[in-house]
């Protein structure tokens, strides 16, 4: 697979990475252990080296599991994961004090059974701690060998310059696919001024831009996609005029609608790198034929006029997981 370089401090990694949270955590019924560690491997045998995932996941969990999926190939892979809670259960509250975010670190490089993280991630911004301060933070973490590489997740664009000036950032994680794409407005700009690498997480619309989610599905009590806006059954068939257009698109590619959702982010960019998840090993070849897709000019073309046409129906967030990120 080939590399794509995220910012300007050194970090390359694999043009696809793989997002580690539905392994064990937020997308219904619990999965075998075994099998989650087994697709880990594969997604990894088959040319994938990042992997993300979140000391929040599960709490604790999914760290774990990806810690033992990445025994014995820990100088092959770049690890991801994020902190900026304080973990007390449902209601998950942001903490980005000094003493907090070098106490998660720690906890995270133990529960993934590693000395170093390659990118560490602040996951929610906390209003209280100045954004300068928790720079300086990162910059001792990595004075220390802790961490190499650091990122914000879901930030302002404000606030990824006030902290690309303290600490050089590597990427910013944001929500970002075809069905999705606010960040293009004020991030991207930001971005490519500044020289940062973006990780579009949820490529796959969480599901929905495979085209195999049924608009009558009662989401497991445990799949937080019930309870977001666009996973509404109204919503869900109003945004049905993006699949079929998807679908016409990938039928001319000989593709799938998962495969031409990736292809389209990786073309939008060169320092893009989607992260999307599963729990299928099947899906895992699936997604990295994505990366061989190309499009001729007058694809783009046409995939843009209809996309500025198309109005998207539904947030993505909950009004109060909106109001975490500052929305």
């Not at 604790?60 to 304080?86: D, M, P, S």
């Not at 190309?294 to 129906?313: C, H, M, N, T, Y």
Request: proline residues 4%; hydrophobic residues 40%; aromatic residues 8%.
């Amino acid at each position: 697979m080939k590399k794509r370089q995220l910012g300007n401090t050194g970090l390359v990694t694999s043009e696809l990475g793989f997002g580690c949270m539905g392994l064990n955590y937020h997308w219904g019924p619990a999965k075998d252990r075994k099998e989650m560690i087994e697709v880990v491997r594969t997604a990894m045998d088959t040319g994938i080296t990042m992997f993300d995932t979140a000391e929040v996941y599960g709490p604790y969990t999914n760290e774990e599991l990806v810690g033992e999926a990445l025994v014995g190939k820990r100088n092959h892979v770049q690890i991801a994961t994020k902190g900026g809670f304080k973990i007390n259960g449902l209601n998950n509250e942001v903490d980005s004090r000094p003493e907090s975010i070098k106490a998660a670190v720690e906890g995270s490089l133990k529960r993934l059974k590693t000395d170093y993280i390659d990118l560490y991630y602040i996951h929610r911004i906390d209003p209280s701690i100045p954004i300068e301060e928790v720079a300086g933070t990162i910059q001792n973490l990595k004075q220390e060998g802790k961490i190499l590489h650091w990122g914000l997740f879901e930030a302002s664009a404000k606030t990824i310059r006030r902290a690309h000036k303290v600490e050089p950032l590597a990427a910013v994680e944001n929500e970002y696919s075809i069905w999705w794409r606010e960040a293009e407005k004020e991030i991207f700009p930001v971005l490519e001024e500044l020289g940062i690498g973006l990780v579009a997480y949820s490529p796959l619309g969480r599901g929905y831009l495979t085209g195999k989610l049924d608009i009558n599905a009662n989401f497991n009590e445990n799949d937080n996609r019930g309870g977001l806006p666009r996973f509404q059954k109204e919503a869900m068939e109003a945004n049905q005029v993006l699949l079929d257009f998807m679908k016409e698109i990938a039928d001319e590619q000989n593709v799938t609608t998962a495969q031409l959702a990736i292809a389209w982010i990786l073309d939008q960019k060169p320092w893009i790198v989607p992260i999307p998840g599963t729990t299928k090993q099947s899906r895992i070849k699936e997604n990295i034929a994505s990366t061989d897709i190309r499009f001729d000019d007058g694809a783009r073309q046409k995939i843009a006029d209809a996309l500025s046409q198309i109005e998207i129906v539904g947030d993505r967030y909950s009004a109060a997981e909106n109001k975490r990120i500052g929305k």
